[in-house]
């Protein structure tokens, strides 16, 4: 019963480059959400997908950030000419339904380190 | 604009006695509230509730106190076992503006638990 998978766990790219983050929900959970944590900070959504579709994007960033779910494979969350300020962990989670009561089930996230 | 503040980054309590972690917030909508937990290299996991009908529920060890005059909200663990030093984060959702469950969290409390 395998939880939600973030791959990779650590990622280092220099200024510019892009990155490629990857989330395998939880079996037969259809909802994904991202997230962010600075350094001393909370997390903070960034966006909210069902299977091909972006339902609420309101904590992206309006640049270089984008996230899809496909119908197929993982949901990949993609940033374009990393800048040292994108350096967090990122998390993905899961959840069955889009109800306020359905828990979210987080992965263990992605540390994007950006020389 | 943090919504949901945990104003102490650490606390250190000894084993057996009782862990309070704080919570305020300043949104007023806030109507769901939850506490998640969180090891090292490891994502969230979910581990109480409360919806702002209720000002109290309990859970094993875990107690989740609301007080929405106040918009205050704690987490009582009682009695703190060793394998509770994690952070704890709160979060808060409203659920007329966000019905899907969107949550803003808290920076997290470190929570220290010794022998």
Same mark, same amino acid.
């Given at each position: 019963n395998a939880g939600v998978m973030q791959n990779p766990r650590h990622l280092v790219r220099r200024r510019g480059q892009e990155a490629r983050l990857r989330c395998s929900p939880m079996k037969g959970h259809s909802h994904v959400y991202w997230y962010r944590q600075l350094p001393e900070e909370g997390l903070k959504f960034m966006v909210y997908l069902q299977k091909e579709n972006?339902?609420?994007?309101?904590?992206?960033?309006?640049?270089?950030f984008s996230a899809e779910f496909p119908k197929e494979g993982p949901s990949i969350l993609r940033i374009q000419q $990393? $800048?040292?300020?994108?350096?967090a962990a990122y998390f993905c989670a899961s959840s069955g339904?889009?109800?306020?009561?359905d828990t979210q089930y987080f992965g263990p996230g992605t540390r994007l380190t950006v020389l | 604009d943090q919504q949901v503040k945990q104003n102490s980054p650490s606390l250190s309590v000894q084993e057996g006695r009782i862990s309070i972690l704080n919570c305020d917030y300043t949104?007023?909508?806030?109507d769901y509230f939850l506490w998640y937990k969180k090891y090292p290299a490891e994502g969230p996991t979910f581990l109480i509730s409360i919806s702002s009908i209720k000002d109290k529920n309990e859970d094993g060890r875990f107690t989740v106190f609301l007080n929405k005059s106040a918009k205050h909200l704690s987490l009582h663990i009682v009695?703190?076992?060793?394998?509770?030093?994690a952070v704890y984060f709160c979060a808060a959702s409203d659920r007329a503006t966000d019905s899907w469950g969107k949550f803003q969290f808290g920076a997290g409390t470190q929570v220290v638990v010794t022998p």
């Open positions: 972006i339902i609420d994007e309101s904590g992206m960033p309006k640049e270089r $990393v $800048v040292r300020g994108d350096s339904t889009s109800g306020i009561s | 949104n007023s909508m806030f009695p703190s076992q060793p394998g509770d030093s």
